[in-house]
Structure formats: structure tokens, C-alpha cells
């Protein structure tokens, strides 16, 4: 099941997985963009372990990586419990 976490003011949306049996939990973004459709990345938590990046410059890799460092434990939260809506009982 993937739960949505957070659209910011660019369009980039960000997502995220259940917790995996192994305990991490897999955030996916994607950015739409005119030339390469979509910029994407994915991180997994809580080893901070980036892969699959295309299209992002180093300058927006620094900020999806400090909004990671400072939402991870919201992040791996909602995972345990059905995303946000359900965590939130909402």
C-alpha cells in the first residue's frame, strides 16, 4: 500500500509505503517536468539510503534531503498505522 504524505507548492508530490517487515519504509517523489515528464527520487527509511534519482539538481537533492531528515519519524509514524488519515484518525 503506498500513502500519500505531502504535495508541495511545485507539484512534487511525495509518498510512502507501509513499514516493510525489515522495518523501512519506502518515500518516492516525483516533480512533473516540461522536458523530462516527471523528476523522481526514492529514499528509505531510516537509513536515509537514496536511489533512483533522475532529473532532481544537487540543489533540490539538499532540500528533499534535509525534508526527509526532519519528517522521517512522521513518516516511519504514519507508516505503522495506514498513512496519515489513519494515523491522524482524521
Request: net charge negative.
Amino acid at each position: 500500500m503506498v500513502y500519500s504524505f505531502m504535495t508541495l507548492n511545485d507539484n512534487t508530490e511525495i509518498v510512502h509505503s507501509e513499514m516493510q517487515p525489515d522495518g523501512r519504509v519506502k518515500v518516492y517523489m516525483e516533480t512533473p517536468d516540461e522536458k523530462l515528464c516527471f523528476k523522481h527520487a526514492t529514499c528509505w527509511l531510516p537509513e536515509y539510503e537514496w536511489e533512483d534519482v533522475y532529473g532532481y539538481s544537487e540543489t533540490e537533492m539538499e532540500f528533499f534531503k534535509k525534508l526527509m531528515e526532519s519528517n522521517a519519524h512522521l513518516i516511519i509514524d504514519f507508516s505503522k498505522n495506514g498513512g496519515f488519515l489513519n494515523a491522524s484518525g482524521l
